[in-house]
């Protein structure tokens, strides 16, 4: 089955503790993308790559970092999570970025909370 | 400052009507619009794009008319149906040398029986 898979599903840490919420897709996409979801901003993108070794700023960075070293994973890294980082995060990943290629497929989220 | 604005934040349409969701952007450099349907619990969706080339696209109950002139799109879905209740986001593409995207804050429809 072709999807996107975020683990884990949930998590509550604490101020400081580095973490990691992985992300794979199985269809051989290029375009891959993290998103965080809160009440009354909507979703906003924090990383995205075009290509493996390939990433970019969306529009709120700050305090994360993400790497592509494979063609199928996206990890996001919090190096030290803070109570501003608590949302619900998506990945999503898109075969490219032609005419066909805009629809991106998003994983189930991760709620993240940190006290 | 919100490049992409859905100033409705919830609709509620009788089933069998249209329902019609607006989103208003204010940069030129976006290419392409998507909409996205999202259930509680899950991941958005992709419903349906439009390129900044044309202006209506169709995909069986739902069409996405765009008015560049008014930096405005809009979503109609017709006949509405209970189980298109749900949070709508519009999402526009930025393309500046690489493919960003901004998403609205979504519309919530209620679709009633």
């Known amino acids: 089955e072709a999807q996107v898979t975020q683990n884990p599903r949930y998590l509550i840490t604490v101020t400081g503790k580095k973490l990691t919420v992985t992300c794979s897709q199985n269809m051989n996409h290029e375009y891959m993308s993290w998103y965080r979801q809160d009440p009354g901003l909507g979703l906003r993108q924090i990383y995205y790559?075009?290509?493996?070794?390939?990433?970019d700023k969306g529009d709120v960075p700050e305090g994360y970092k993400v790497s592509r070293k494979e063609k199928r994973n996206f990890p996001l890294i919090l190096e030290s999570p803070s109570p501003n980082q608590t949302s619900l995060y998506f990945c999503?990943?898109?075969?490219?970025?032609?005419?066909?290629?805009?629809?991106?497929?998003f994983g189930p989220g991760t709620r993240l909370t940190v006290l | 400052d919100q490049q992409v604005k859905q100033n409705s934040p919830s609709l509620s349409v009788q089933e069998g009507r249209i329902s019609i969701l607006n989103c208003d952007y204010t940069?030129?450099?976006?290419?392409?619009f998507l909409w996205y349907k999202k259930y509680p619990a899950e991941g958005p969706t992709f419903l349906i794009s439009i390129s900044s080339i044309k202006d209506k696209n169709e995909d069986g109950r739902f069409t996405v008319f765009l008015n560049k002139s008014a930096k405005h799109l809009s979503l109609h879905i017709v006949p509405s149906q209970p189980g298109d209740s749900a949070v709508y986001f519009c999402a526009a593409r930025e393309h500046s040398g690489t493919y960003k995207y901004i998403f609205g804050t979504g519309t919530r429809l209620k679709v009633l029986a």
């Open positions: 940069n030129s450099m976006f290419d392409y």
């Open positions: 999503a990943s898109s075969r490219g970025w032609g005419e066909v290629f805009n629809e991106q497929f």
């Open positions: 790559s075009m290509n493996v070794e390939v990433t």
